[in-house]
């Protein structure tokens, strides 16, 4: 199994590689409640998180965009009652590097 919540996101830039589509199905295996979806044109990796309460799903959001600017790679949150919908994609090249798998990833081990 492999240890996505233990790797830290690597510097890129614009002509970084997206991920192929077999590396897709490689990596969504450790992180099996995210889906792909294509927004704006670009893949992004998306999951909702359900919660008990604003106060759970509020403090949640402040733990990923702690995380997002330790690790300076930030996703769109949704804040919502009782759940928060976090979408991981690279600005820089328009979709899916593994930084957004590694986050993914981290993103889980937070709601644990």
Not at 12 to 38: F, G, M, R
Not at 77 to 82: A, D, P, S
Request: contains cysteine; negative net charge; aromatic residues 8%.
């Amino acid at each position: 199994m492999s240890k996505l919540n233990e790797e830290s996101c690597e510097a890129c830039n614009a002509d970084a590689p997206l991920v192929s589509a077999d590396e897709q199905q490689t990596l969504l295996k450790d992180i099996p409640q995210w889906q792909v979806v294509t927004l704006d044109g670009e893949q992004q990796l998306q999951r909702t998180f359900k919660l008990k309460n604003f106060a759970e799903a509020q403090a949640f959001t402040n733990k990923v965009g702690d995380l997002a600017e330790s690790e300076d790679h930030h996703p769109a949150i949704l804040l919502e009652y009782g759940k928060v919908t976090v979408r991981w994609w690279t600005h820089k090249i328009g979709g899916l590097h593994r930084n957004d798998f590694i986050m993914a990833a981290r993103t889980d081990q937070l709601s644990a």
